[in-house]
């Protein structure tokens, strides 16, 4: 299984970043993905999930914020960023794991497979 996050950078508070990750390696409709972030000194917290029976959860602190999405055309999972604020910053990581079903579990669980994370700043 291989993930490869992509679409981080710096952005000022009040952006949007739409940030990808390539899933290979894997029955992609029957894992539960999702996005954890760990910003330094901080723990790692789950952020956003996709069960793989259809449901979504976030974080509250990015709830209206933050939406999870995937193309399974492209094995590809995506998180919509919007109205970013400086507590966002963190190294984001995308996740998944086949023993799950729901994405309330999965956002509090430790996944299996991790991706190399990607970098999200916002800083004025």
């Known amino acids: 299984v291989q993930l490869v996050e992509s679409g981080g950078g710096s952005v000022q508070p009040g952006g949007s970043l739409r940030l990808s990750c390539a899933a290979s390696?894997?029955?992609?409709?029957?894992?539960?993905m999702g996005w954890f972030r760990q910003a330094p000194g901080k723990e790692r917290e789950g952020v956003a999930a996709?069960?793989?029976?259809?449901?979504?959860d976030y974080a509250g602190s990015v709830k209206g914020r933050f939406t999870i999405s995937k193309d399974n055309t492209k094995n590809t999972l995506y998180l919509q960023m919007k109205y970013l604020k400086p507590e966002d910053t963190a190294m984001y990581y995308c996740?998944?794991?086949?023993?799950?079903?729901?994405?309330?579990?999965?956002?509090?669980?430790?996944?299996?497979?991790w991706g190399q994370g990607t970098q999200v700043t916002v800083s004025s």
């Open positions: 390696g894997y029955t992609y409709s029957s894992y539960c």
């Open positions: 996709l069960g793989s029976d259809g449901t979504t």
């Open positions: 996740a998944a794991d086949a023993a799950c079903r729901t994405s309330w579990y999965f956002l509090r669980s430790s996944p299996y497979y």
